[in-house]
Nanobody, 117 residues
Framework: VQLQASGGGLVQAGGSLRLSCAASGRTFSNYYMGWFRQAPGKEREFVARIKWSTASTYYTDSVKGRFTISRDNAKFTVYLQMNSLKPEDTAVYSC???????????WGKGTLVTVSS
């Protein structure tokens, strides 16, 4: 099973980035796909999740209205569109897959997002 995150980079505050998470190795149709982030010196935190089968979504409060999670069935890829980025969004972003939406069984390597002020 592989989850490959990509799309990170350096962006100015107010800018946008789109992260991608390509899934392979098994079927995730009944899974929740989540994005998490870990800022320097801080614990990892949940950002957003999507249920692959229904596309229902859930976000942490700090990103509501700015971030959008989506999935492409044909490409087996989950996206995180991040708009109106703030310096406090700077972190390593990782994607994960879990059967229940709370605990995640599969994790990919992260991609670094740096937002300059």
């Amino acid at each position: 099973v592989q989850l490959q995150a990509s799309g990170g980079g350096l962006v100015q505050a107010g800018g946008s980035l789109r992260l991608s998470c390509a899934a392979s190795g098994r079927t995730f149709s009944n899974y929740y796909m989540g994005w998490f982030r870990q800022a320097p010196g801080k614990e990892r935190e949940f950002v957003a999740r999507i249920k692959w089968s229904t596309a229902s979504t859930y976000y942490t409060d700090s990103v509501k209205g700015r971030f959008t999670i989506s999935r492409d069935n044909a490409k087996f890829t989950v996206y995180l569109q991040m708009n109106s980025l703030k310096p406090e969004d700077t972190a390593v972003y990782s994607c994960a897959a879990g059967a229940g939406g709370v605990n995640y069984d599969y994790w990919g390597k992260g991609t670094l997002v740096t937002v300059s002020s």
